[in-house]
């Protein structure tokens, strides 16, 4: 592993990052399709606010692209993708299956879930059996994903059903109205990828090659959060990855990057303004973001309204490499409302409004309303902003 000889400026850390996530320079090759490939993971959540998360993560690279089509990319006939545990739930290039055999192997050896399951081999048993004769089922096909009671707690058929995914025995590879589609890993996935089963080691490699390349520049630790591995697996096999060791100005701990962000420093790389859904993988380490952009992220989804800062899903603005601003959107029927904005930049009124006005075009809203701005007196400047791009 080669070390760089220049430091690097945190703006040049910045940017060879947002090349790597598809943020800078040119729009992604391969529409929707070639979205999972390119970011090796993107995250999966079930709150909706303007659309679904892996919706904002695919608009965010790609423009206006038409929902319809992000669904097809991800989860069609055609598609080259699976379910996992990554950094969170995530859809992930399908090519990455043996990667996850070292995770799959721990589930498996630590015996259950968090949930409990009454009886591991009687449910297993009718999960995998059914699905054999009637082919791939939702958990409610299969009988009922909830037990009755809140909504975390599962049916014993939905706790088997994710258990034999932990596992690797099931695979999700499609989804019905955004619920998984459960098949068995052994009809679902091609032969060679499923004979396919590295050491522990070998399952480091390719995950910290494949974090690094996603990243651009990243500490160990960073890599470490992009698949969810531990910080000493990602160190142990450093050596044998194709990366670069830099010091990044104002980062106490060393970084690595990969060849092809550091080239991307030297060509024009153009930026856009947008809105990023709080987990695009570009900001969901928090304190990589801290230190990337200087901000300060939380999501607030889970805080008691009272409590609560910025807002329910508070969305960074990006204006071409910086985050400017931030943006608690909600739909009200054709019009998109930001509940609140808190502007981090003087000049970010007019790159609010430029992403709040192609956002609202992009989910079908004809109006942009702007509730409250942060810092106060800043709110008929925002106003205006939105005006003038609505022309």
Do not use: N
């Not at 070292?102 to 498996?108: C, I, L, N």
């Not at 054709?334 to 808190?342: E, F, Y």
Request: aromatic share 6%; hydrophobic share 45%.
């Amino acid at each position: 592993m080669p070390t760089a000889v220049e430091p690097l400026s945190i703006r040049e850390a910045r940017r060879a990052s947002l090349h790597a996530q598809g943020m800078l320079g040119p729009r992604l090759r391969g529409g929707p399709a070639g979205l999972v490939e390119h970011l090796r993971a993107v995250q999966l959540d079930t709150i909706a606010v303007l659309a679904r998360s892996h919706e904002l993560v695919a608009y965010a690279r790609l423009g206006a692209v038409a929902r319809s089509s992000i669904e097809r990319a991800l989860w069609g006939p055609r598609s080259e993708t699976f379910e996992y545990w990554s950094h969170a739930a995530c859809v992930l290039p399908l090519d990455s299956w043996p990667s996850y055999a070292a995770a799959r192997r721990k589930r498996r050896a630590r015996g259950r879930r968090w949930h409990q399951l009454e009886d591991l081999v009687t449910s297993c048993a009718g999960v995998t059996g059914r699905l054999r004769v009637e082919g791939p089922l939702t958990a409610r096909q299969l009988g009922g994903a909830k037990s009755g009671g809140s909504w975390w707690e599962w049916s014993q058929v939905k706790i088997a059903a994710e258990w034999l995914l932990d596992t690797g025995e099931l695979v999700c590879r499609e989804r019905r109205g955004f619920e998984r589609v459960y098949d068995l890993a052994e009809r679902a996935i091609p032969a060679e990828l499923l004979a396919e089963e590295p050491d522990d080691e070998t399952c480091a490699r390719r995950l910290v090659e494949s974090a690094s390349r996603a990243l651009g520049v990243a500490t160990a630790a960073d890599i470490a959060a992009y698949h969810g591995m531990l910080v000493s697996a990602v160190r142990s096999v450093l050596a044998d990855v194709d990366v670069v060791q830099v010091r990044v100005d104002g980062w106490s701990a060393p970084a690595y990057a990969s060849p092809a962000a550091l080239q991307a420093l030297g060509a024009p790389l153009r930026g856009r303004s947008t809105i990023l859904s709080p987990f695009d993988s570009l900001i969901w380490d928090r304190a990589r973001v801290e230190r990337l952009f200087g901000v300060r992220l939380r999501l607030e989804a889970y805080v008691p309204g009272h409590k609560r800062t910025v807002g329910y899903f508070a969305m960074p603005v990006l204006a071409a490499d910086r985050i400017v601003g931030l943006v608690d959107p909600k739909r009200d029927g054709a019009t998109l409302r930001a509940r609140h904005v808190v502007l981090e930049a003087a000049d970010a009124p007019r790159h609010t409004a430029k992403a709040l006005a192609a956002a609202a075009s992009w989910v079908g809203c004809d109006t942009v309303v702007v509730d409250r701005v942060t810092p106060v007196g800043r709110l008929d400047e925002v106003r205006s902003a939105v005006r003038d791009e609505a022309g």
